[in-house]
């Protein structure tokens, strides 16, 4: 099992920026993937950003150029860098991991997510 745990949410104004953070059970390096999605009320869970465990990231459409994923193997740690915060991106973030038995020619994973933490961007 993998547990994770996501901090640094908060009210910023249009334009600003945050840094979400999802503390990891285990040795992150060998987690196959590690992700962010968000929330809004009413809405569907949407793809924010992938890293996985060779350090390849991708992004969904509105948010590249604005937000950076990143690990930091030595703390179990993931980042999410969010600049030049809209309206649009309120929602709920959630972490995510990817992790089970993989092999050369095999895998089987499963999905852990945590409890989310809320990021409002208001005037």
Same mark, same amino acid.
């Given at each position: 099992?993998?547990?994770?745990?996501?901090?640094?949410?908060?009210?910023?104004? @249009? =334009?600003?920026?945050?840094? $979400?953070?999802?503390?990891?059970?285990? *040795?992150?390096?060998?987690?196959?993937?590690?992700?962010?999605?968000?929330?809004? @009320?009413?809405?569907?869970?949407?793809? !924010?950003?992938?890293?996985?465990?060779?350090? #390849?990231?991708?992004?969904? *459409?509105?948010?590249? =150029?604005?937000?950076?994923?990143?690990?930091?193997?030595?703390?179990?740690?993931?980042? $999410?860098?969010?600049?030049?915060?809209?309206?649009?991106?309120?929602?709920?973030?959630?972490? #995510?991991?990817?992790?089970?038995?993989?092999?050369? *020619?095999?895998? #089987?994973?499963? #999905?852990?997510?945590?409890?989310?933490?809320?990021?409002? !961007?208001?005037?």
């Amino acid at each position: 099992q993998v547990q994770l745990v996501e901090s640094g949410g908060g009210l910023v104004q @249009p =334009g600003g920026s945050l840094r $979400l953070s999802c503390a990891v059970s285990k *040795d992150v390096s060998s987690i196959y993937a590690m992700g962010w999605y968000r929330q809004a @009320p009413g809405k569907n869970r949407e793809f !924010v950003a992938v890293i996985t465990r060779g350090g #390849n990231q991708d992004y969904g *459409d509105f948010v590249k =150029g604005r937000f950076t994923i990143s690990r930091d193997n030595a703390k179990n740690t993931v980042y $999410l860098q969010m600049n030049d915060l809209k309206p649009e991106d309120t929602a709920t973030y959630y972490c #995510n991991a990817e992790d089970g038995d993989y092999y050369s *020619d095999y895998v #089987n994973l499963e #999905n852990y997510w945590g409890q989310g933490t809320q990021v409002t !961007v208001s005037s």
